[in-house]
């Protein structure tokens, strides 16, 4: 009972994060799944990814209906990522935990970096960035090429980490593609759904067992929090919740980092 009150409370906090914030709240999820439930890492991811494919496809539906989805934009930066996925999703399995503990720490410690460096002013930055791609995500043959780059690579974190990558998608895609930052959210869950599936797919030949139980409540409550993260967003400063979110980054990366050296 313990057990299942902590997959719905930390499920929530997912949900919670990755409403407010668009993006990165699904990287608490493996550290949630390990220290909370007591996961082994490599279930962790593969639960990690079940968790990314249930929250990011409600919150896609969502942005296709207001029309922030970029699709041709997102489908090539997604096609470059599946091979990359999919491999990555075979080998995380057979990898020893200490260093999937380890890799993980440093991906939650740069993100909670570039979390805290980005706690500007709500916006800054972005009308210009949109201004100068012309709101219509066109990719010329060296974007393409950097596309495939950028995409290869979340790919292969995303396969290997069991997290969405949103973090990383979204200033790659607004960077490189030129999508606008009105539409970069939504594009990015499109890349990190179609990541997500393949990876899982191939991680289902491996051995590693899942709790069900403890999976679907998270799931669950992680979606339903989506939805209050949202309500939170129209309340309070895009900066505040980025300093806060950044802050429980860091500190779940000094655990992770420090559990992997001990």
């Not at 999937?100 to 916006?123: D, E, N, Q």
Request: net charge positive; charged share 5%; hydrophobic share 65%.
């Amino acid at each position: 009972m313990t057990a299942l009150v902590l997959a719905l409370i930390a499920g929530g906090v997912v949900g919670l994060a990755l409403g407010a914030l668009g993006a990165g709240g699904s990287i608490l999820t493996v550290p949630a799944l390990v220290y909370l439930l007591g996961f082994a890492p490599s279930a962790a991811t593969t639960a990690g990814l079940v968790v990314v494919i249930g929250t990011s496809l409600t919150a896609l539906l969502a942005h296709a209906r207001a029309g922030a989805v970029l699709w041709r934009a997102g489908l090539l930066f997604a096609a470059a990522g599946l091979l990359p996925a999919a491999a990555a999703g075979l080998v995380s399995a057979h990898l020893p935990a200490m260093l999937v503990t380890a890799m993980f720490a440093v991906l939650a410690g740069l993100a909670a970096v570039r979390m805290l460096r980005s706690a500007g002013p709500a916006g800054s930055g972005g009308a210009e960035t949109e201004a100068a791609a012309g709101g219509n995500g066109a990719a010329g043959p060296a974007a393409a090429g950097r596309a495939a780059g950028a995409g290869a690579g979340l790919g292969a974190v995303t396969g290997l980490l069991g997290v969405g990558g949103g973090f990383l998608a979204v200033p790659a895609l607004v960077t490189v593609l030129g999508v606008p930052m009105s539409a970069a959210v939504g594009t990015s869950l499109l890349v990190i759904v179609a990541n997500a599936l393949v990876a899982l797919a191939a991680r289902a030949s491996t051995a590693v067992q899942l709790d069900w139980a403890l999976i679907m409540p998270f799931l669950a409550t992680a979606v339903l929090g989506a939805w209050d993260g949202r309500r939170l967003a129209a309340k309070v400063s895009a900066r505040a919740l980025q300093r806060v979110f950044g802050g429980v980054l860091l500190a779940v990366a000094a655990a992770m980092g420090a559990t992997a050296l001990l």
